[in-house]
C-alpha cells in the first residue's frame, strides 16, 4: 500500500466511522493499520470505533497499544479505565487509575472515582462487603476534605447510587451521605430555586428523564403523562442529548404536535439547565427514574419547584432533600418500607402506569404454550445476586428434567462474568442451563410464553417483563421483601386479583413452587387464567390516569 492510497483509505474509513458505520470503519482501519502499525491516528480511530460498536475487548487491547507507543496521548488513560468499567474489570480498571495518576497523566478527579467503584457482577457476597466499605469511607474522607470539583470541566463524578441498588442492604443512610459528598463537591448544587407562586391557572408540570424512548422507562411512562388533564396542567417533558431517537420518542413529538405537551432537550452543561429551569417556575418537577442517568442525577439534587418527584422507574431511594415524594401503588410499600426511604409516598391504588398490552404478529400455539419443566429468568444479568444463584440449581437439581434459560447482554460482559461465578457452585450443571443470545421483542415475548415458569430474582425483581409475559399468562414466582424494588410482580399479583399467587417467604417455597408450576398437568389452562385477569385489569388502566391526576393535584389543596 502507498503512502496516497493509504490516505485516501484512511479518509473513507474515517467517513464511515463519522457515519456510525462502525464494521466497515474498523474493517478498512484495521486493513491500513497491518502497514502502518505504529500510526496513532489509525489506532486512535480504531479505538474508538471498536468501543463505539461496543467490541471493548478489542477497543482495550488497541488503546495499550497505544500507550505503548506515547502514554502522553490526550486522554488514553481515562478511555482505558472506561473501556475496563464497561467490561466490568474494576479491579484492573483500579490498576490503570493509579498508574495514570502516579504519572499525572489523569485528571485529580480520579482519586475520589477509583473509589467508588462497584461491580455489576460480584464474585461473591465478601466482594460486595468490601466495595461498600470502600464506598463509605471514601465519602467520610471528601466529607473532611476541602476538595471541590467543576462538573462543566470533565470533573463529574459518577456514584455508585445504581449499582448499590441490587443487593438486599438498606441503602438509605448511604445515599444520604452520597447527597451530602456530591453537594460538598460542587457547591452550584445547592443553590435553590423554589417556587413559591401560587397557582392561578394550570399547574406547571415538567417530568425528566433520559429514557423517553424504547426503554423500559418510556414503556411505562409515557402514557401515564399523556392522559393527564390538559385543562389543569401545563404539560412540558424533558430530555437529554443522549436519548436515543426511536418510535416511543417519536410519539412525544405526535402529542407536542396536537397541542397537548411540549418538548425540550436539556444542554449539557449544568450550568445551562440550571440557568433554563431557575427562570420557568415549575409547580412539579417529575423525575421517573432517578440514578439511571449521570446528568439527570445530578440535576435532581437542585431545588427548582414547589414538589418534586420521583417515581418507580428505579426504585430506590434517592437520600436526597430535594425529592418530596416518591409516587407509588400501595401494593408496593409494607409499613417496613417507610423507614427505608427519605420521600413521603405518595399514593395511587394502582401501579402508576396505563401499559398497552403488546401486539404479537407471530403467536405461540397452545402446544408451545403448555410446554412443561422449562424455567426461565430472562433479566438483566445484573439482578443476579450471587443468593440467588443456589435459588436456580436447586431448583435443576430437584427436577431432573427441568431447564433454565437466561439470557446474554449484548456485549457478553456480564454473561462471562456470570458463568466464571456459576462454575464455582457445585450445584450448576451447564448443559442445563442456556444462555439466548438477545432477542427481538416479539421473540422476548414468545419466549416468556413458551416458559412454564418465570423466576422473579430476589432483592431486586423484574418489572416490564412481567407484564409482557402476561401476554401469555406465565407465572412468576417471586419473593417480595420490604424495598419497593423487590414488590412489583406481588403488587401487579394483588392489582390483577389472582387467587393463590405464587408469592414465597424463603428459598425452600421458592423452589418447591417453582417445580410445582412447571410439572403442572393443567398448566395451559393456568396460563390462560393468568392471562384474562390481565387483559381485566392489568392492561390499559385507564383507572391509573385517573388516580395520577387526583394525587397530583392533591398536593395543591
Not at 451447564?430 to 438477545?438: A, E, G, Q, T, W
Not at 419473593?479 to 424494588?485: A, D, I, L, R, W
Request: aromatic share 14%.
Amino acid at each position: 500500500m502507498n503512502k496516497i492510497s493509504a490516505e485516501e483509505l484512511f479518509k473513507i474509513a474515517y467517513d464511515h466511522l463519522k457515519a456510525k458505520n462502525y464494521k466497515k470503519s474498523i474493517e478498512l482501519f484495521e486493513k491500513i493499520l497491518k502497514h502502518l502499525p505504529q500510526s496513532l491516528s489509525i489506532l486512535r480511530n480504531l479505538s474508538h470505533a471498536y468501543a463505539y460498536s461496543s467490541d471493548f475487548k478489542n477497543a482495550e487491547i488497541t488503546i495499550k497499544k497505544i500507550i505503548n507507543i506515547d502514554e502522553k496521548e490526550p486522554y488514553i488513560y481515562q478511555f482505558l479505565a472506561s473501556v475496563l468499567k464497561s467490561q466490568d474489570k474494576i479491579d484492573e480498571m483500579i490498576a490503570i487509575i493509579n498508574e495514570g495518576l502516579e504519572k499525572k497523566l489523569m485528571n485529580p478527579k480520579w482519586n475520589i472515582q477509583k473509589d467508588l467503584l462497584f461491580p455489576f457482577i460480584p464474585k461473591d457476597n465478601n466482594e460486595i462487603e468490601n466495595y461498600r466499605k470502600k464506598i463509605e469511607e471514601c465519602y467520610d474522607r471528601v466529607l473532611i476534605s476541602d476538595i471541590s470539583l467543576d462538573y462543566d470541566n470533565d470533573q463529574i463524578i459518577q456514584v455508585p447510587h445504581f449499582e448499590l441498588s441490587y443487593s438486599d442492604h438498606d441503602n438509605l443512610n448511604l445515599n444520604k451521605k452520597c447527597v451530602k459528598v456530591i453537594k460538598k463537591l460542587y457547591p452550584n448544587l445547592n443553590q435553590n430555586y423554589n417556587n413559591q407562586k401560587k397557582v392561578k391557572n394550570k399547574i406547571k408540570i415538567g417530568f425528566i428523564s433520559e429514557y423517553f424512548t424504547s426503554h423500559t422507562i418510556g414503556k411505562l411512562f409515557k402514557d401515564i403523562i399523556f392522559n393527564l388533564d390538559k385543562s389543569k396542567f401545563d404539560i412540558q417533558v424533558f430530555h437529554s442529548k443522549r436519548t436515543k431517537p426511536s418510535k416511543i420518542l417519536d410519539e412525544f413529538f405526535d402529542q407536542e404536535k396536537k397541542g397537548a405537551i411540549k418538548n425540550k432537550f436539556l444542554p449539557l452543561l449544568l450550568k445551562e439547565k440550571i440557568e433554563f429551569f431557575k427562570k420557568e417556575n415549575f409547580d412539579i418537577l417529575f423525575y421517573p427514574d432517578i440514578g439511571m442517568s449521570v446528568e439527570m442525577y445530578y440535576l435532581s439534587m437542585i431545588r427548582f419547584a414547589k414538589y418534586q418527584i420521583m417515581s418507580w422507574g428505579h426504585p430506590e431511594t434517592t437520600g436526597s432533600e430535594t425529592i418530596d415524594y416518591f409516587l407509588c401503588s400501595k401494593n408496593l410499600v409494607t409499613n417496613e418500607t417507610l423507614n427505608s426511604y427519605s420521600e413521603k409516598f405518595l399514593f395511587i391504588e394502582h401501579l402508576p402506569m396505563i401499559y398497552s398490552k403488546p401486539i404479537i404478529k407471530k403467536k405461540l400455539d397452545n402446544d408451545e404454550i403448555g410446554r412443561k419443566n422449562i424455567y426461565s429468568c430472562p433479566q438483566t444479568l445484573y439482578k443476579f445476586h450471587p443468593n440467588f444463584d443456589d435459588f436456580l440449581f436447586d431448583i435443576l437439581d430437584e427436577d431432573k428434567k427441568g431447564v433454565l434459560y437466561l439470557i446474554k447482554d449484548s456485549n457478553k460482559v456480564y454473561y462471562h462474568k456470570l458463568i466464571d461465578r456459576f462454575t464455582k457452585n457445585k450445584k450448576f450443571d451447564s448443559k442445563r442451563v442456556i444462555f439466548l443470545d438477545p432477542l427481538d421483542n416479539e421473540s422476548f415475548i414468545n419466549h416468556l410464553g413458551s416458559s412454564s415458569v418465570l423466576l422473579d430474582p430476589i432483592y431486586f425483581g423484574s418489572g416490564n417483563s412481567f407484564h409482557e409475559s402476561m401476554v401469555y399468562g406465565t407465572p412468576t414466582v417471586t419473593m417480595p421483601n420490604k424495598f419497593v424494588k423487590s414488590r412489583i410482580v406481588f403488587a401487579a399479583y394483588n392489582q390483577m386479583g389472582i387467587k393463590n399467587p405464587p408469592i414465597v417467604n424463603n428459598k425452600k417455597e421458592y423452589v418447591e413452587t417453582a417445580i410445582k408450576i412447571a410439572n403442572d398437568d393443567n398448566l395451559f389452562e393456568l396460563k390462560n387464567y393468568y392471562q384474562k385477569k390481565a387483559e381485566e385489569r392489568l392492561f390499559n388502566t385507564k383507572k391509573a390516569g385517573e388516580e395520577f391526576n387526583s394525587a397530583l393535584l392533591s398536593l395543591f389543596k
